[in-house]
């Protein structure tokens, strides 16, 4: 295998990005943090999203905050009109040199299972804004975590969340700066309704019940059992920092 960059572009729009997706080998990246561990047996296309204008952060009305794919996780965690359990969940995900380049939209397509910056988002109702060639199509996040990979010509544009209600996060890490085993959110809306999301149980961050059956995968971090447990005792803490 080999990973070889026959060629590299910067389109300024999501128009010159789609035309530039149909070369053979095309790869799309927001901040490349992922793809560079990545193998491929074609040369790579490289189409870089940085200034395809996807890096705003917007409230739309008093409820609802618009942040673009190419929003890096250092942009997040500084911008006061994000929800405190977001940037906090932003700042953990990963260390200052690689949050500095790491863009939400990467996030959101690379669904590592961990991720305790998805599991901040599901809470919050994030929606997500995926443009095709045919348009632009509005998705839940659980949804779209369920059904990636993406189609070929697909971008992630934003992810609309809801800010009010309260929140809550709580994990468990070999180390405080170590990635999560599992992560907990939980997020009462002015619905009233609780929302409940966990990394570290699943294939992806996922949104729960309390009642849930888990079944999470074991690896060298952690047993499915300990992380059972373990997603026991953080759904009641989050539980508690809601109530
Ligand atoms: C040393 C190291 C440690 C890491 N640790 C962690 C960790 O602890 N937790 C964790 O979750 N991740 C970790 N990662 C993985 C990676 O940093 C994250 O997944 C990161 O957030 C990806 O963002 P990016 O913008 O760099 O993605 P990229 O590498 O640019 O892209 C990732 C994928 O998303 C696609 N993509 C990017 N933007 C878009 C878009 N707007 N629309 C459609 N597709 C898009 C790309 O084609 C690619 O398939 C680590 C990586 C490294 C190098």
Redesign the pocket.
């Known amino acids: 295998m080999m990973k070889r960059i026959s060629a590299y572009f910067r389109p300024e729009s999501i128009g010159e990005a789609f035309a530039l997706l149909d070369q053979p080998g095309a ?12 193998t491929m047996s074609v040369p790579m296309s490289v189409v ?2 940085q200034l395809a204008r ?1 890096d705003g952060i917007d409230r739309l009305d008093d409820d609802t905050l618009s942040i673009g ?2 929003t ?2 250092q942009q997040l965690v500084d911008s006061e009109e994000v929800p405190a359990v977001v940037r906090g969940a932003a700042r953990r ?3 200052s040199t ?1 949050r500095a ?10 669904a ?1 299972a ?5 599991t901040a988002l599901l809470v919050h109702d994030a929606v997500v804004s ?1 443009a095709s060639p045919e348009g632009t199509e509005k998705m839940e996040l659980g949804a779209l975590l369920a059904h990636l ?2 189609a070929p010509h ?4 934003a992810v609309a969340i809801d800010t009010r209600g309260a929140a809550s996060v709580a994990r468990t890490a070999r180390t405080p700066a ?2 999560a085993i599992v992560a907990a959110a939980a997020r009462v809306g002015v619905d009233g309704r609780r929302r409940l999301a966990l990394a570290g149980v699943a294939s992806t961050p996922v949104l729960v019940e309390e009642t849930s059956k888990l079944d999470p995968p074991g690896d060298f971090r952690g047993s499915g059992e300990y992380r059972r447990a373990l997603a026991g005792v953080l759904i009641s803490r989050v539980i508690e920092g809601v109530s």
Not at 27 to 38: A, F, H, Q, S, Y
Not at 114 to 118: P, V, Y
């Open positions: 790869v799309l990246i927001g901040g490349g943090t992922k793809l560079n561990l990545r870089d999203l996807l794919a190419t890096t996780l995900e990963l260390p690689l380049q790491s863009t939400l939209g990467g996030t959101i397509v690379s590592d961990e991720s305790e910056l998805l995926v990979p993406l697909a971008i992630v544009t170590d990635k």
